[in-house]
């Protein structure tokens, strides 16, 4: 994937809600590494749908792919990109969950994202 069409698109989706531009995803620096969990990073979509269910919101473009998970504290949004074997994770960013708040640390809010999963499957009634 191209990083700029990935810079673009995660900087249109937040300037569409509200919030300011990621900082964490530059495409002129080229040498910062991507913010990645190891349990997320190569992951498909299924896998990311596994771990965090569905996403908010779900853009494709090119060779790759946001999701948008808004949580309760921070939106997580998940990039992909397609190298041949169809989409896998190849990055993490956050952004916070209204203007004018901090921006969240990445990790704490996938670690949200992984927690609202759960705890809705808990909530769900057994067969």
Same mark, same amino acid.
């Given at each position: 994937?191209?990083?700029?069409?990935?810079?673009?698109?995660?900087?249109?989706? $937040?300037?569409?809600?509200?919030?300011?531009?990621?900082?964490? $995803?530059?495409?002129?620096?080229?040498?910062?590494?991507?913010?990645?969990?190891?349990?997320?990073?190569?992951?498909?979509?299924?896998?990311?749908?596994?771990?965090?269910? =569905?996403?908010?919101?779900?853009?494709?473009?090119?060779?790759?792919?946001?999701?948008?998970?808004?949580?309760?504290? *921070?939106?997580?949004?998940?990039?992909?990109?397609?190298?041949?074997?169809?989409?896998? $994770?190849?990055?993490?960013?956050?952004?916070?969950?209204?203007?004018? =708040?901090?921006?969240?640390?990445?990790?704490? *809010?996938?670690?949200?994202?992984?927690?609202?999963?759960?705890?809705?499957?808990?909530?769900?009634?057994?067969?």
């Amino acid at each position: 994937m191209r990083r700029p069409a990935l810079s673009l698109l995660l900087g249109l989706l $937040v300037l569409g809600a509200g919030g300011p531009a990621l900082a964490q $995803v530059d495409a002129a620096d080229e040498d910062a590494p991507a913010v990645t969990d190891s349990h997320l990073s190569g992951l498909d979509a299924a896998g990311v749908r596994l771990r965090l269910g =569905e996403p908010a919101l779900a853009r494709e473009e090119g060779a790759g792919a946001l999701w948008t998970y808004r949580l309760n504290r *921070c939106v997580l949004f998940v990039a992909f990109a397609d190298d041949g074997a169809g989409l896998r $994770v190849t990055a993490l960013s956050s952004g916070p969950r209204r203007h004018g =708040e901090a921006q969240p640390e990445t990790l704490a *809010c996938l670690r949200e994202a992984e927690a609202s999963r759960h705890a809705s499957a808990d909530a769900l009634p057994t067969p």
